[in-house]
């Protein structure tokens, strides 16, 4: 197995509707109602040392994502903890990337899915920096996406839902064709909001600037971001940001479980440098997720 073997052809174990089962049998139907109409919430966890951060207010999101898509997870929040670490330890992983996914099946196919039950499986495996960790001192480039992120009243922008991605498949795409390693959202409003997968922070003059998370992901490394730049003294804004301010921040970076703290070299024409404040609060996170 290497790390192009196909997610549905690897070894170990995914635990499914209350069972673990071999990695290759975790199946789903093509009737599923999640596939048609995007009825899906899914979270995304590290384990660092045998420990996972955050674990328990990952599992509450993750019910809060289906609340929102007015679908109910079958296990509680503690329950979902309880696997998360059983579907590690059974792959005998102690660093992974996590990944419960809960979606309507195939009990009703039509918009009205009132009769489907709400199935959920739990994988986990290796995975080291999302963003190719050569570019950890240069810092990743950016492109403005040409989608831009719905309102509230348009998307349920505060849940995890499989279908907010679909933008961000389309943006990625485009831009990395065009040589740049993610793409960076607008919102409807044409402040800057956030990349495909993680919250962006930038600084200017010391002080920590990051968009008001009203209609995109009020990340859970961004909220420990913002713990930490206040534990640091460092002042913070939370505000709306401009696309003409790109030009004056000093260090952009962003934040996600996948992604971690990354540094941000470049976005459309302007370049920054991994400055010490994304160094600073790059080593706080490190060290936080690993205590
Ligand atoms: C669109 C989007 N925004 C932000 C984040 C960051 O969220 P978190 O820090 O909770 O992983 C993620 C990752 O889950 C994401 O997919």
Known sequence: MTADTPFDKRDGYIWIDGEIVPWKEAKVHVLSHGMHYG???FEGERMYNG????????????HN????????????PSELDEIKYEICQKNGLTDAYIRPVAWRGSEQMAISAQATKTHLAIAAWKWGTYFDAKKRDK???LKTAQWRRPPAECAPVDSKAAGLYMIATLSKHKVEREGYDDALFLDYRGYVSESTG????????????TPTPDNFLN????????????????PVEVRHVMPEEL???????????AAEVTAVGKIDNYT????????????AYETLVRS
């Open 39 to 41: 009825s899906s919430v």
């Open 51 to 62: 420990k996972i951060f955050k674990c328990n207010q990952h599992s509450e999101r993750l």
């Open 65 to 76: 994502s289906a609340r929102i898509l007015d679908m109910e997870i079958p296990i509680s």
């Open 139 to 141: 810092g990743i480039t």
């Open 198 to 209: 993680a919250n962006f922070f930038a600084i200017k003059d010391g002080t920590l600037i």
């Open 219 to 234: 990340g859970i490394t961004r909220q420990t971001i913002l713990e930490l730049a206040e534990e640091h003294n460092i």
């Open 247 to 257: 030009g004056s921040f000093e260090e952009i970076f962003l934040t996600g479980t």
């Open 272 to 283: 920054y440098t991994v400055g010490p404040f994304t160094r600073k609060l790059r080593e």
